[in-house]
């Protein structure tokens, strides 16, 4: 843990909330966790030591010692593979992968044994192993440091995938994840690692001081897998939108004074088809939302979920906004990004009628 | 070849290059010469102290360990100096796999079951190897170490009712056929994608290792496999972190067609992959149990004194077809077999323990006679449970399960579906046999 934040978890002045940004947040369920079970170990690329490129792991080495918190070779496969074996061991591992984009190598290890291990074997072994990776784009990342790979593993039968968008939620869904016995595939959206972001890229960064989930309680808390959050209330229409999307959604919607019932997803699988079907059923209306290329994209899925189930309750075609079909350009990162433009038309398109 | 990707050169007078291709040395109805094998005599190879320095193992990286001789008898500093009764119990292994092999084979040919695998020739590499660990060290094989599980007192019903994925394989027919799991043997599922288990075996050991345990992990990976990705990342890991564990490589030159040349054995030995990691490297005569069992006890101890990983090539013949699914006389010689230098591993073993006295040809017979009556028996009993595609197959529902430690929604309306099927299928009720519902 930062000096920083040992200090505010520490003492938080008289009559404040404590607030948290998503690094804090994340690196507090894991100090959390690794103090409250001594079977779960972090290990990833620079990690140890150095606590992390994006600091998330930073103070636990020193805290929780050397063989519990480590730096690895530069080998995906092989970082998830040896999770699988610590797991079968009795340990709960907790492996970063430095960026989204570098999981593939690990493709193998997480779709063919990860996934299948509990099948398999018919419940004999388990691999309930938290993988954390930053993902997404909006830092200048280019094409391998900003990809929302997240359609490959909620295609991928026997894994979970786990998206937060706030302190608060990143530090009580990544706790829900380590505890969880499955696979748990955990992206954190790296754009909003230090504020909300509203899709508005030209505008001063927010920190997330000012927002209300970042305070963030101190000690053991969970948010389960599997329930989706209500971040605005509305009856015009249903925003269905996971990591930065909520944030630039609701900036949107707030802008263009559409009152929507923006749906916070939170975990693609388990995924919360009550309170989708119950929104969009209401609403009658519905945006999909995601940064990720479109062509196959989770968006696919939910849009078919919506059709299958709220078919007759629908007064407008769903509207799917997403990335581009592209590589994630680095000079023409916001040109790829879905922002307010593209969203805005999709919206004036879901109301027109 | 114009086109925005060509790039070849044009107008020097630099040399055309050749792309090299390897051929084994035999095909279908070559004679077989197998002189160029450079097989050095028993009991020649120095033995290092177990907690020597990785690269103290370099000369027998390039060499072959060896301890049984032309004379049936036990040479060198690697004769594990085994007493008669651990022999014999390792040569009632040995029959033992090699009767359940003919049958299971067998059963595949008559229609009870989709698949099958011999290890026939290398059973060695997978019993003697398992005799000289902990029975509590925890291996992570390949498909080809049922020898592990016959070592470890697995029952012999077990391995059967799972070849015909029937109502009591315990993996509930999920599994190709012998793609076996045993927790209680401190035996790993078997993936059946090459190499995963060899990471995992690492990470394994390095959990051993965090936890201060004394167990070590060992696995098993053919030399075709080594190929992969994964056995680079379990080597570099094991290296890294000095893992308690063992990366056996079954060198059995067959990868099912391929020869061990498209692994790169043509150019130096699977061995001595290990030296440019930093492991501990030894070669082995794969066909030599005493050889082996000797070479992997040295790996077990060194890496239980925190000593370190190693790597062992056993250097054997796949005697058999890579599997039930492919004829090996369409691609390689069938001299190879006979020819084979290092012989076979039973009657190596069983001509060993006749020339110590303490055994002879009657009770060998008496041996085989009794594993093949008990295998037979044991077929008969797996039977009762039924074999595949004969309708006695575990619940419907268990299908869903295990999916997930929970169910969640999406699969419970697919299990509902399923149902749905079955009872339009099947109105008046799924009939008996003959079906797979």
């Given at each position: 843990?930062?000096?920083?934040?040992?200090?505010?978890?520490?003492?938080?002045?008289?009559?404040?909330?404590?607030?948290?940004?998503?690094?804090?947040?994340?690196?507090?369920?894991?100090?959390?966790?690794?103090?409250?079970?001594?079977?779960?170990?972090?290990?990833?690329?620079?990690?140890?030591?150095?606590?992390?490129?994006?600091?998330?792991?930073?103070?636990?080495?020193?805290?929780?010692?050397?063989?519990?918190?480590?730096?690895?070779p530069i080998n995906e496969c092989?970082?998830?593979g040896v999770a699988v074996g610590m797991g079968a061991y009795g340990l709960r591992p907790i492996p970063e992968i430095q960026f989204a984009d570098y999981i593939y190598p690990g493709l193998d290890q997480l779709i063919s044994e990860a996934a299948r291990?509990?099948?398999?074997?018919?419940?004999?072994?388990?691999?309930?192993?938290?993988?954390?990776?930053?993902?997404?784009?909006?830092?200048?990342?280019?094409?391998?440091?900003?990809?929302?790979?997240?359609?490959l593993f909620t295609h991928v039968a026997?894994?979970?995938?786990?998206?937060?968008?706030?302190?608060?939620?990143?530090?009580?869904?990544?706790?829900?994840?380590?505890?969880?016995?499955?696979?748990?595939?955990?992206?954190?959206?790296?754009?909003?690692?230090?504020?909300?972001?509203?899709?508005?890229?030209?505008?001063?960064?927010?920190?997330?001081?000012?927002?209300?989930?970042?305070?963030?309680?101190?000690?053991?808390?969970?948010?389960?897998?599997?329930?989706?959050?209500?971040?605005?209330?509305?009856?015009q229409m249903t925003v269905l939108a996971y990591g930065t999307m909520v944030h630039v959604a609701q900036a949107v919607c707030e802008a263009?004074?559409?009152?929507?019932?923006?749906?916070?997803?939170?975990?693609?699988?388990?995924?919360?088809?009550?309170?989708?079907?119950?929104?969009?059923?209401?609403?009658?209306?519905?945006?999909?939302?995601?940064?990720?290329?479109?062509?196959s994209g989770f968006g696919a899925e939910l849009s078919a979920l919506v059709q299958e189930r709220c078919f007759y309750h629908l007064e407008a075609p769903i509207e799917r906004v997403t990335g581009f079909d592209t590589p994630y350009p680095h000079s023409l990162e916001w040109a790829y990004f879905p922002g307010p433009v593209r969203l805005g038309e999709a919206i004036d398109r879901l109301l027109k009628d | 070849m114009a086109g925005p990707n060509d790039t070849s050169s044009t107008g020097?007078?630099?040399?055309?290059?050749?792309?090299?291709?390897?051929?084994?040395?035999?095909?279908?109805?070559?004679?077989?010469?197998?002189?160029?094998?450079?097989?050095?005599?028993?009991?020649?190879?120095?033995?290092?102290?177990?907690?020597?320095?990785?690269?103290?193992?370099?000369?027998?990286?390039?060499?072959?360990?060896?301890?049984?001789?032309?004379?049936?008898?036990?040479?060198?500093?690697?004769?594990?100096?085994?007493?008669?009764?651990?022999?014999?119990?390792?040569?009632?292994?040995?029959?033992?796999?090699?009767?359940?092999?003919?049958?299971?084979?067998?059963?595949?040919?008559?229609?009870k079951t989709s698949f099958y695998m011999k290890c026939t020739g290398e059973e060695a590499t997978s019993i003697s190897t398992a005799m000289a660990l902990a029975s509590d060290d925890m291996v992570f094989p390949s498909y080809r170490q049922q020898g592990v599980l016959i070592a470890r007192g697995y029952p012999l019903i077990e391995m059967i009712n799972q070849i015909y994925s029937n109502k009591g394989d315990k993996l509930k027919g999920r599994q190709l056929p012998i793609m076996y799991s045993s927790r209680e043997h401190s035996f790993f599922s078997i993936s059946g994608n090459l190499a995963t288990q060899t990471p995992q075996a690492v990470g394994w050991a390095m959990a051993s290792a965090i936890k201060g345990d004394s167990r070590v992990a060992a696995t098993w990976v053919g030399e075709g496999s080594t190929a992969e990705g994964d056995f680079h990342s379990a080597c570099t890991f094991a290296t890294v972190y000095n893992a308690p564990v063992i990366l056996n490589v079954v060198n059995n030159q067959w990868a099912i067609s391929s020869f061990s040349g498209f692994a790169g054995g043509e150019r130096t030995?699977?061995?001595?992959?290990?030296?440019?990691?930093?492991?501990?490297?030894?070669?082995?005569?794969?066909?030599?149990?005493?050889?082996?069992?000797?070479?992997?006890?040295?790996?077990?101890?060194?890496?239980?004194?925190?000593?370190?990983?190693?790597?062992?090539?056993?250097?054997?013949?796949r005697a058999e077809g890579h599997?039930?699914?492919?004829?090996?006389?369409?691609?390689?010689?069938?001299?190879?077999?006979?020819?084979?230098?290092?012989?076979?591993?039973?009657?190596?073993?069983?001509?060993?323990?006749?020339?110590?006295?303490?055994?002879?040809?009657?009770?060998?017979?008496?041996?085989?006679?009794?594993?093949?009556?008990?295998?037979?028996?044991?077929?008969?009993?797996?039977?009762?449970?039924?074999?595949?595609?004969?309708?006695?197959?575990?619940?419907f529902r268990t299908m869903f399960e295990d999916v997930f430690e929970e169910l969640p929604w999406h699969l419970k309306e697919q299990a509902e579906q399923a149902i749905h099927e079955r009872e339009t299928k099947f109105p008046e009720g799924l009939p008996a046999k003959g079906v797979q519902g």
């Amino acid at each position: 843990m930062g000096e920083t934040m040992t200090k505010d978890a520490a003492a938080p002045e008289a009559g404040t909330e404590r607030r948290l940004n998503m690094i804090e947040a994340i690196n507090e369920a894991l100090d959390v966790m690794m103090t409250r079970d001594p079977d779960t170990v972090v290990f990833g690329e620079d990690v140890g030591y150095f606590g992390g490129v994006f600091r998330c792991t930073a103070g636990l080495q020193e805290k929780h010692g050397k063989s519990r918190v480590f730096d690895t070779p530069i080998n995906e496969c092989g970082i998830i593979g040896v999770a699988v074996g610590m797991g079968a061991y009795g340990l709960r591992p907790i492996p970063e992968i430095q960026f989204a984009d570098y999981i593939y190598p690990g493709l193998d290890q997480l779709i063919s044994e990860a996934a299948r291990l509990r099948y398999r074997s018919a419940g004999e072994y388990i691999a309930p192993m938290t993988v954390r990776s930053p993902f997404g784009g909006g830092i200048f990342g280019g094409q391998t440091h900003s990809q929302s790979p997240e359609s490959l593993f909620t295609h991928v039968a026997g894994l979970k995938t786990v998206i937060p968008a706030t302190p608060f939620d990143a530090k009580g869904l990544l706790i829900s994840a380590i505890e969880d016995n499955d696979p748990v595939i955990f992206f954190e959206p790296k754009r909003i690692y230090n504020g909300p972001f509203s899709g508005y890229y030209d505008k001063p960064v927010e920190p997330w001081k000012r927002h209300k989930d970042s305070v963030v309680p101190e000690g053991y808390y969970k948010v389960p897998l599997g329930k989706a959050r209500r971040v605005t209330e509305g009856e015009q229409m249903t925003v269905l939108a996971y990591g930065t999307m909520v944030h630039v959604a609701q900036a949107v919607c707030e802008a263009k004074g559409v009152e929507a019932d923006i749906l916070d997803l939170r975990t693609m699988v388990p995924l919360d088809i009550e309170a989708i079907e119950a929104s969009v059923k209401r609403t009658g209306r519905c945006m999909i939302v995601h940064e990720a290329t479109r062509t196959s994209g989770f968006g696919a899925e939910l849009s078919a979920l919506v059709q299958e189930r709220c078919f007759y309750h629908l007064e407008a075609p769903i509207e799917r906004v997403t990335g581009f079909d592209t590589p994630y350009p680095h000079s023409l990162e916001w040109a790829y990004f879905p922002g307010p433009v593209r969203l805005g038309e999709a919206i004036d398109r879901l109301l027109k009628d | 070849m114009a086109g925005p990707n060509d790039t070849s050169s044009t107008g020097d007078n630099r040399p055309a290059l050749s792309l090299h291709v390897p051929e084994p040395n035999f095909r279908p109805g070559d004679k077989v010469d197998y002189s160029h094998l450079n097989i050095p005599e028993a009991g020649e190879q120095f033995r290092p102290d177990e907690a020597c320095a990785a690269l103290d193992t370099a000369p027998l990286a390039h060499d072959l360990i060896r301890v049984l001789g032309d004379d049936d008898k036990a040479h060198g500093p690697w004769d594990p100096k085994l007493d008669a009764d651990t022999l014999r119990e390792m040569l009632g292994h040995f029959a033992m796999v090699r009767a359940f092999d003919e049958r299971m084979f067998r059963g595949q040919r008559q229609g009870k079951t989709s698949f099958y695998m011999k290890c026939t020739g290398e059973e060695a590499t997978s019993i003697s190897t398992a005799m000289a660990l902990a029975s509590d060290d925890m291996v992570f094989p390949s498909y080809r170490q049922q020898g592990v599980l016959i070592a470890r007192g697995y029952p012999l019903i077990e391995m059967i009712n799972q070849i015909y994925s029937n109502k009591g394989d315990k993996l509930k027919g999920r599994q190709l056929p012998i793609m076996y799991s045993s927790r209680e043997h401190s035996f790993f599922s078997i993936s059946g994608n090459l190499a995963t288990q060899t990471p995992q075996a690492v990470g394994w050991a390095m959990a051993s290792a965090i936890k201060g345990d004394s167990r070590v992990a060992a696995t098993w990976v053919g030399e075709g496999s080594t190929a992969e990705g994964d056995f680079h990342s379990a080597c570099t890991f094991a290296t890294v972190y000095n893992a308690p564990v063992i990366l056996n490589v079954v060198n059995n030159q067959w990868a099912i067609s391929s020869f061990s040349g498209f692994a790169g054995g043509e150019r130096t030995t699977f061995a001595a992959r290990g030296l440019g990691y930093g492991l501990a490297s030894l070669r082995v005569d794969g066909n030599d149990p005493l050889a082996c069992y000797a070479a992997e006890k040295w790996a077990a101890d060194r890496a239980r004194a925190n000593a370190g990983p190693t790597l062992i090539e056993f250097f054997t013949y796949r005697a058999e077809g890579h599997s039930t699914s492919d004829d090996p006389s369409g691609y390689r010689s069938a001299e190879e077999r006979e020819e084979w230098p290092l012989g076979d591993p039973i009657n190596r073993l069983k001509k060993h323990l006749i020339a110590l006295g303490e055994w002879d040809e009657e009770r060998q017979t008496a041996l085989d006679v009794e594993c093949v009556e008990l295998v037979k028996k044991t077929t008969k009993e797996a039977e009762k449970n039924g074999i595949l595609g004969h309708g006695l197959h575990h619940p419907f529902r268990t299908m869903f399960e295990d999916v997930f430690e929970e169910l969640p929604w999406h699969l419970k309306e697919q299990a509902e579906q399923a149902i749905h099927e079955r009872e339009t299928k099947f109105p008046e009720g799924l009939p008996a046999k003959g079906v797979q519902g």
